[in-house]
């Protein structure tokens, strides 16, 4: 009899990611197999138009994916998180997208659009040529996207659609934290890209669903935190499991100090409270497109508020947690280690860095943003 294939379920799918992880480590990035696994689970899917077969979730779903596939690996969380990027596509021609999902909704896709560089305008597009970085998980893309200038005062950048084909991916990628989430850099010689090929980030959508009348770039932000977070329940749960063990030394476990469970909780709750303030931003969000209204000023401050404030949390946590937790964590096949140096990387992204804070506040407090594009 022929044999037919288990099922691919989520707990089948993180299972064998806790047991590939040091794999994809060790090579810089998360393969296309794995990838596909991941899209038959619908995270492609996730953020493609219903008019285009896909079935979009509600943000604080995808989020909690995110959070759930970096609990066990944070690159490929990071991986994952860019399962939302498909939104940006909704300011494309529906003719153009519609060829992007001729084939169905499960497409992958990367981009390397800063530092924006250069291009040539010809009779039908650009002529694109130049180097970009930070492509994370191009090795199992269809699609990536490379910034070029935008043509209007927004300052915001275009992004040319490339095939893997007319890309060289060069795979330095030499980084501590977010090791696997393979965000390689991209070069691109003398390939002219159609204009109805090109897109502004964050740009009027074309597509008239809930999803795509969710701020985008706060979306983005949102997606990218979720990687912390579940990187930081990761590690409340190894010390939390870690207290019974006894130290070489001989001493008392762990969980038997003071200090130990003190830390554990005070972590515990602030992350907690971070991710429920966090959550209850993106449904309160959801719930305003899904009645047909925009987002307003301050529920964008909001997004970008509670997005920076979770990845702050998240990284705080992991070095609180690493402080009583020994010096056995200094070895790098410390479990601790690889979340440490994960932690560190979503509060350091360009959407949730610490200016973010002055401009929510700026917003909050009935002032304009201090940042570009924060709105």
Known sequence: MPQTSAPVTWESVLAELAERRGEFHAQGYVPRDFVEKLMA??????????????????????????????KVDGSTGWVVAFGSALTYFGSLPLETQAEIYKNGPDVVYAGGLFPVQPATPTDRGYLIDGHWKFAS????????????????????????LLRPEQVEIVQDWDVTGMRASGSFDVV?????????????RGGTSNIDEPLYRYPLIGF?????????????????????????????????PLAARAYYRTTFAKAYAALNSARAFYLDVADEVWQTVLKGDEASPEQ??????????????????VHDLCAISGAGIINNSHPL???????????????LGQAMYDGAGAVLMGQPPTIPGFL
């Open 300 to 317: 964008l401050a909001r997004i970008r508020l509670s997005s920076a404030n979770i990845a702050d949390v998240s990284a705080q946590v």
């Open 188 to 200: 691109v010689r003398g390939i002219e890209v159609p204009r109805e090929w090109t897109f502004i």
């Open 337 to 351: 280690q690889v979340l440490r140096q994960d932690a560190q990387v979503p509060q350091l992204h360009a959407t």
């Open 220 to 252: 983005q932000a949102q997606v990218h935190s979720a990687v912390g977070l579940g990187v930081a329940q990761a590690a409340l749960a190894f010390v939390q499991q870690a207290g019974a063990r006894t130290g070489i030394t001989g001493a008392p």
């Open 137 to 160: 998980g191009c090795m199992g893309a269809e699609l990536i996207g490379v910034g070029i200038p935008g043509d209007d005062d927004s300052g915001k950048p275009r992004a040319a």
């Open 41 to 70: 689970l619908g995270v492609y899917r996730a953020s493609a138009p219903e008019r285009f077969g896909g079935e979009p979730l509600p943000p604080a779903e995808f989020i909690q994916i995110v959070e759930r596939v970096a």
